[in-house]
């Protein structure tokens, strides 16, 4: 029986990751022909093009997405087989984390975490992941994201799950908005045009359904991917923006022409949390980044408020 060459498999794991020969290429320190010479016997190994051409660009056949997250797990099982017992030296580990994080962690923590960062991981490198139309389990099984901080949701009962804190949602408008001439009331509240904050494009969420409740409903009238182009439309006009707290705190102690009021309905509080594929639960520099979020998100100190 002839054994299969596993440098295949590390050049499939970097096509499937790069999406194209000239990443993938660079990965592998080959050059672009060595890489595309190399594609061409991975598709007489497996008996599929692997990528066809799109337009400029390469595309993934359904055999080649199928293969993605057992060629990513059989390398990384190969990796851990065969790294060093040693103690790994952060200080000189190269190391970029995919990271998909809510923009209230990135605009309380981010930068604590950079400081930290430069001081016990120096080489290391954050990308920040857009949040996109896949489920965010997925993209932690197949190794896209690395860290998923966000609002508690559900996910795959593998996936490991811990819990960084919770906030609750308070309105926010320019400073001399209208609605602060008098007593904040229900009435009030949605008599002004609101801004909706969804990366998804939803314009319906938690306090919809509160004033449904109520038998009450709000006009939102510009929905936004990032709260903080929310936060900059609302300088001049008169609109109302609900924010996580600490979001919200984090832009008026930026200097920013807002003022932040209760809302006037109770509403559940929102708790953020840290998620992880079990394959990086015992690694040394995931485990840092981790261990330092956690304790960013739990030191008193480092929570803006109002």
């Known amino acids: 029986m002839k054994h299969p060459d596993l ?19 660079r990965r592998m320190h080959l050059s672009p022909p060595a890489m595309s010479r190399t594609l061409g016997r991975i598709r007489e190994t497996l008996g599929d093009p692997i990528f066809v051409q799109a337009g400029r660009k390469l595309v ?21 087989v065969l790294a060093p ?33 430069a001081t016990d991981m120096p080489l290391a490198m954050l990308r920040l992941s857009p ?9 932690l099984r197949s190794g896209r994201i690395d860290l998923f901080v966000s609002a508690s949701r559900k996910l795959g009962p593998e996936i490991r799950v811990q819990p960084l804190f919770t906030t609750t949602f308070v309105g926010v408008a320019r400073e001399k908005h209208p609605i602060f001439d008098a007593y904040i009331t229900l009435e009030q ?13 939803k314009s319906h969420g938690p306090i919809d359904a509160a004033l449904e409740k109520q038998g009450l409903k709000r006009r939102v009238s510009l ?20 924010l996580p707290r600490h979001l919200a705190s984090s832009a008026l102690a930026a200097g920013l022409r807002i003022r932040l009021f209760d809302l006037p309905m109770a509403l ?11 394959r990086l639960q015992n690694d040394p520099a995931h485990q840092w980044l981790r261990r330092t979020i956690y304790d960013l998100c739990n030191a008193e100190a480092s929570l803006p408020v109002t």
């Not at 509240?189 to 494009?201: L, M, Q």
């Open 268 to 278: 559940e509080t929102a708790p953020l949390i840290q998620a992880w594929h079990p």
């Open 85 to 117: 017992t040693a103690e790994v030296d952060l200080k000189t580990l190269e190391r970029c984390f995919n990271v998909r994080a809510t923009d209230e962690f990135l605009s309380v923590h981010m930068g604590r975490l950079l400081d930290a960062m």
């Open 60 to 80: 993934p056949t359904p055999r080649a997405v199928a293969l993605r997250e057992q060629v990513r797990a059989a390398v990384e099982q190969a990796s851990a």
């Open 223 to 242: 929905v936004v991917s990032s709260p903080y182009v929310a936060l900059f439309a609302l300088q001049d006009a008169n609109l109302i923006l609900p």
């Open 7 to 25: 440098n295949l498999l590390l050049a499939l794991d970097a096509l499937l990751e790069e999406g194209s020969v000239a990443g993938a290429a």
């Open 189 to 201: 509240f949605v008599r002004w045009e609101h801004i909706g904050v969804s990366r998804r494009g």
């Open 131 to 139: 949040e996109e139309d896949d489920l965010d389990d997925e993209a």
